[in-house]
Each structure stands twice: as structure tokens, then as C-alpha cells.
T-cell receptor, first 111, second 119 residues
């Protein structure tokens, strides 16, 4: 079983719609969770951390389900500029080697 | 406040050659990590440098080596290039991990990457 798994997509979503995708992780001792956004041929950029109680940043909501070992990202009122690859990142401690990236979910917002 | 800068942005090499990639971390960061990102994959951890020493290493062969300088900048060297080394090489700076709180704000800041093509 892969450490961090994501549906690669692509998710084709009309502008204005709500879209959600999940990421599962295998290490139950994982400590911290993040979503990074990566535009085509660009570097990943931190979108948001994922806290145990769930957190919201504008149109973006992240949630953590420790029992089922997954995190989710929900985007409301999607914009064309939301088109990107969303990388799930899980930190299991022990320094940099404990930071694992998923392969990413490709999101395409269509006009 | 400059972010993470990498050079060169693109380069083409042939099999068997050697390459050196450079990275200057974000101001205030003291730790540099290098990642390899193949097309359609997530970044894979190569190694991390702190206080001019390699502190951790991922599952990469010894052909991959690095260095960190007193000003925190870093180099990644790859010897005996293979076709499979073609990828985007990302440098990420941060504060040393033990100083990181649960907040993700300072975990990793990436540079724009160096895209290496091996022919």
C-alpha cells in the first residue's frame, strides 16, 4: 500500500461548482497534514494546513479523519484560476524524510 | 524579501555527464531540502542539509550528492547522468524541522525548480 494516495484525476468541473477530493495515508502515526497547490510546470506552494478540527480559508475547506486515515479538500464556487494539481502532503515525524507527497490530483475548471 | 531561488531554470545534458544545480534559500531559513519530481509524480525527497551537513537522505544513489555553504545556499550534484534522471529538481527551504510547530506556514518553501533533460 502506498504511503499517500490520491486520485490523479483529472477532475473536470464547471466554473462555480463545488468539488472535493480525498487523500488517504497509511501511517497511523502521521502528525501533520497539508495541501499544496502546483500549477503546470511551476513549484508547489502551500495552500493550507489541515487541522484535526478541520479548517476553512475562504472557499477552501480542509478536513482530517484520523479514524479512516484520510484528509479532504473542498473547493466551493470554483474559479478558472483554481485549475491546478493539488498535492496531499503528510508528515510522520523524524525530519524531512518523514514528509511524503502524494502524486497529486489534477483539477480543471471549465468555463 | 526574496524567496527560494534556483539556477539554472532549464538544462540539457547527455548520459554520463555531470550536473550541478544551485539553490539560495528564503531569507531567514537555515535548512535546504532537495526533491526530484518526475512528470506526473509527486516530489521525492533526495536529501536535506542543515549546518553544512547532510542530515537526512531519501532513497537515492550515491550519484546524487550535495553541499551547503555557510550562507545556507546549497548545491545538488548528479554524476553519471541516466535518462531516468530527467525531472524537475526542486529546492525547498525551511527552518530546521525540530523548530517547526504544527503550523504549516514554515514547513517548506519551494523554488521554481531546475528542469533537467538527459538525452
Amino acid at each position: 500500500r502506498k504511503e499517500v494516495e490520491q486520485d490523479p484525476g483529472p477532475f473536470n468541473v464547471p466554473e462555480g461548482a463545488t468539488v472535493a477530493f480525498n487523500c488517504t495515508y497509511s501511517n497511523s502515526a502521521s502528525q501533520s497534514f497539508f495541501w499544496y497547490r502546483q500549477d503546470c510546470r511551476k513549484e508547489p506552494k502551500l495552500l493550507m494546513s489541515v487541522y484535526s478540527s478541520g479548517n476553512e480559508d475562504g472557499r477552501f475547506t480542509a478536513q482530517l479523519n484520523r479514524a479512516s486515515q484520510y484528509i479532504s479538500l473542498l473547493i466551493r464556487d470554483s474559479k478558472l484560476s483554481d485549475s491546478a494539481t493539488y498535492l496531499c502532503v503528510v508528515y510522520s515525524g523524524g525530519g524531512a524524510d518523514g514528509l511524503t507527497f502524494g502524486k497529486g490530483t489534477h483539477l480543471i475548471i471549465q468555463p | 524579501d526574496a524567496g527560494v531561488t534556483q539556477s539554472p531554470t532549464h538544462l540539457i545534458k547527455t548520459r554520463g555527464q555531470q550536473v550541478t544545480l544551485r539553490c539560495s534559500p528564503k531569507s531567514g531559513h537555515d535548512t535546504v531540502s532537495w526533491y526530484q519530481q518526475a512528470l506526473g509524480q509527486g516530489p521525492q525527497f533526495i536529501f536535506q542539509y542543515y549546518e553544512e551537513e547532510e542530515r537526512q537522505r531519501g532513497n537515492f544513489p550515491d550519484r546524487f550528492s550535495g553541499h551547503q555553504f555557510p550562507n545556507y545556499s546549497s548545491e545538488l550534484n548528479v554524476n553519471a547522468l541516466l535518462l531516468g534522471d530527467s525531472a524537475l529538481y526542486l529546492c525547498a527551504s525551511s527552518l530546521v524541522f525540530r523548530k517547526i510547530t504544527n503550523s504549516g506556514a514554515n514547513v517548506l518553501t519551494f523554488g521554481a525548480g531546475s528542469r533537467l533533460t538527459v538525452l
